[in-house]
């Protein structure tokens, strides 16, 4: 299923604009040129022609999934500050790499992932069987090291060196393929399932700390794996809710129609009456038993800027 919500700078620049000349008869100059001036009023219709339904579309949505679903200001602040707590220092840096102007346009971005993780939580029911059960499979994230030959006899002979004691970050430096790691004397950091192929993650993972395998083939060639750390895998009330929105989003990959029919009823309660001529028509697809798709479900363009959790 496609992402209900986009962007919303573009709906903050669209109606922002409609506001600004709701009152004024003269519409101020935006851009100046020798060729001509471009006014708010041609900027705003152009963007309303433009990118007016999927943007009306959204506020709607995110406005009538808000008060049905008791999103509140306090719950788009929790999920700040959460994000903010990941980044620390680096926030400011974290928003300019993901495009969005400043903290206010991306807590308005982090204003409709919350409404839509809520609206999801509320149509799909998940067991806390079902939650344990993935929480019992997870697994921690891991720190190893490893050496990399793609000939198996001097793989080999690496690997006695290792095994008679030699240091294992030094034979890495000067023996490993993998350069990358080399200069590191071998060192990958933490990664988690599925970061490695696969071979390599079932021998590191069956390690104990300070472990070190035997050859492991790849598609790479043989790896010597030596294992430097074992984080500990978070308590399963801390990760209860991660898991939660993990099972709801395969859910719905697999069966979408079910959710979308869901917010069309939601959409339909809600009594829409669009006064625009231009933008009337948008939410007719409520009212239609066809598969017909919502304005922003319709365009790959439209998938909102992903956050991150």
Request: aromatic share 8%.
């Given at each position: 299923?496609?992402?209900?919500?986009?962007?919303?700078?573009?709906?903050?620049?669209?109606?922002?604009?409609?506001?600004?000349?709701?009152?004024?008869?003269?519409?101020?100059?935006?851009?100046?040129?020798?060729?001509?001036?471009?006014?708010?009023?041609?900027?705003?219709?152009?963007?309303?022609?433009?990118?007016?339904?999927?943007?009306?579309?959204?506020?709607?949505?995110?406005?009538?999934?808000?008060?049905?679903?008791?999103?509140?200001?306090?719950?788009?602040?929790?999920?700040?500050?959460?994000?903010?707590?990941?980044?620390?220092?680096?926030?400011?840096?974290?928003?300019?790499?993901?495009?969005?102007?400043?903290?206010?346009?991306?807590?308005?971005?982090?204003?409709?992932?919350?409404?839509q993780d809520k609206a999801l939580a509320s149509y799909i029911e998940i067991p806390e069987e079902e939650m344990k059960k993935r929480y019992e499979e997870m697994?921690?994230?891991?720190?190893?090291?490893?050496?990399?030959?793609?000939?198996?006899?001097?793989?080999?002979?690496?690997?006695?060196?290792?095994?008679?004691?030699?240091?294992?970050?030094?034979?890495?430096?000067?023996?490993?393929?993998?350069?990358?790691?080399?200069?590191?004397?071998?060192?990958?950091?933490?990664?988690?399932?599925?970061?490695?192929?696969?071979?390599?993650?079932?021998?590191?993972?069956?390690?104990?700390?300070?472990?070190?395998?035997?050859?492991?083939?790849?598609?790479?060639?043989?790896?010597?794996?030596?294992?430097?750390?074992?984080?500990?895998?978070?308590?399963?009330?801390?990760?209860?809710?991660?898991?939660?929105?993990?099972?709801?989003?395969?859910?719905?990959?697999?069966?979408?129609?079910?959710?979308?029919?869901?917010?069309?009823?939601?959409?339909?309660?809600?009594?829409?009456?669009?006064?625009?001529?231009?933008?009337?028509?948008?939410?007719?697809?409520?009212?239609?038993?066809?598969?017909?798709?919502?304005?922003?479900?319709?365009?790959?363009?439209?998938?909102?800027?992903?956050?991150?959790?």
């Amino acid at each position: 299923m496609k992402k209900w919500v986009l962007s919303i700078t573009a709906a903050t620049l669209i109606f922002g604009l409609a506001a600004c000349n709701g009152n004024n008869s003269e519409s101020e100059v935006v851009v100046e040129t020798n060729a001509g001036n471009i006014t708010e009023n041609e900027l705003y219709e152009k963007l309303k022609n433009q990118y007016g339904d999927m943007v009306l579309y959204e506020m709607v949505l995110t406005k009538v999934l808000s008060t049905k679903y008791g999103v509140t200001e306090e719950d788009i602040d929790a999920e700040l500050a959460k994000v903010k707590e990941q980044y620390g220092d680096q926030f400011e840096v974290y928003l300019s790499m993901t495009g969005v102007k400043d903290e206010a346009a991306y807590k308005d971005t982090l204003r409709m992932q919350v409404v839509q993780d809520k609206a999801l939580a509320s149509y799909i029911e998940i067991p806390e069987e079902e939650m344990k059960k993935r929480y019992e499979e997870m697994k921690p994230e891991i720190k190893a090291s490893h050496i990399l030959i793609k000939d198996e006899n001097k793989a080999k002979e690496i690997l006695a060196k290792v095994q008679a004691g030699e240091d294992f970050a030094a034979l890495a430096t000067e023996n490993s393929e993998d350069t990358a790691s080399a200069v590191n004397g071998g060192d990958l950091g933490y990664f988690g399932p599925g970061m490695m192929t696969k071979p390599f993650e079932e021998a590191a993972y069956a390690l104990e700390v300070g472990g070190i395998s035997d050859l492991v083939k790849s598609e790479f060639g043989y790896h010597i794996i030596k294992l430097t750390d074992r984080k500990d895998l978070e308590p399963y009330e801390e990760k209860k809710e991660e898991i939660r929105q993990e099972i709801i989003q395969e859910k719905v990959e697999k069966d979408p129609t079910t959710i979308q029919e869901k917010v069309k009823n939601d959409l339909k309660e809600a009594n829409i009456k669009v006064n625009d001529e231009d933008l009337q028509g948008i939410f007719d697809f409520i009212n239609d038993s066809s598969e017909q798709a919502a304005p922003d479900e319709a365009q790959d363009s439209a998938e909102s800027t992903e956050q991150q959790k």
